[in-house]
């Protein structure tokens, strides 16, 4: 009789490797990680989430600053810089009022006085030199102003010519007393041979204001009382008659 061999049972597996043990399944996971291209698509994908990460943060980021400004313009409304634009303005008509302000004669009564002595040109005649040259010990200067006196030769009083403050006032040994006044627009105005001094130094005069007698020097006694008026313009001496009121 011919022996049957046993039926394979359906649970039972035939072996995968005749010479060793069955091999065990590979899983899905190694098989792509096995690929060549994983890891580099990681790696930029890992890197497009971190730029998209730190995008989103600036632009957070940006957010409170671009309402900065708003608080800095509410800030410029507070009572102090209303005070502040409120004086400078004030400071701006205060000094344009001053530009705008001519110069006056330096008399109290123009009609009473005359010019003894012109101020000196160079551009002017040979006649007109000669007029306005000062002689003193046998030298002739040429006069840097114009020089007012009287008919009758009285004193008469001295009076600012703009407004402005009192920058000197000394006794000199030929000129008398001087007076000068700085005003705004770099001008200067200067007055010579004067007596009866009524105003100080660092002293605010206003336009108008007596600050002496016209009086007696030494550089010019041949004119008797008068009073020497010079006018500079950036410290640059100019024809008092130029700048004053026709009279």
């Known amino acids: 009789m011919n022996e049957q061999k046993p039926k394979k049972q359906p649970h039972e ?19 792509v990680l096995s690929k ?5 698509a990681a790696y930029v994908a890992a890197a497009a989430i971190i730029l998209t990460l730190v995008w989103v943060y600036q632009d957070a980021g940006r957010r409170p600053m671009e309402s900065t400004p708003a608080s800095v313009t509410d800030t410029v409304q507070l009572p102090d810089d209303e005070m502040i634009r409120d004086n400078t303005t004030e400071k701006a008509e205060t000094s344009k009022a001053a530009s705008t302000e001519d110069l006056i004669w330096p008399v109290a ?7 003894v002595r012109p101020f000196y040109e160079k551009e002017g005649s040979t006649e007109d030199h000669q007029a ?23 004193p008469f009083e001295v009076k600012a010519a703009l407004a402005g403050k009192v920058t000197r006032v000394e006794e000199h040994p030929l000129l008398g007393y001087v007076v000068e006044i ?5 001008l200067k105005t200067v007055y010579e041979s004067l007596t009866d ?5 660092d002293a605010e005069v206003k336009q108008g204001d007596t600050i002496a007698n016209a009086g007696r020097n030494e550089m010019e006694k041949d004119l008797g009382n008068h009073l020497h008026f010079a006018v500079y313009e950036n410290d640059e001496l100019v024809n008092p ?6 009279n």
């Open 13 to 31: 597996e035939s072996p995968k490797n005749i010479m060793g043990e069955p091999e065990a399944p590979v899983s899905a996971w190694k098989k």
């Open 36 to 40: 060549r291209w994983v890891y580099p």
């Open 109 to 115: 009564n123009v009609s009473e006085v005359s010019i």
């Open 132 to 154: 306005a040259m000062v002689e003193y010990k046998d030298t002739f200067t040429p006069n840097t102003g114009i020089d007012l006196a009287r008919e009758d030769d009285k």
């Open 182 to 186: 700085t005003h705004a627009n770099n």
């Open 197 to 201: 001094i009524k105003v100080k130094q």
């Open 241 to 246: 008659v130029n700048v004053l009121p026709s």
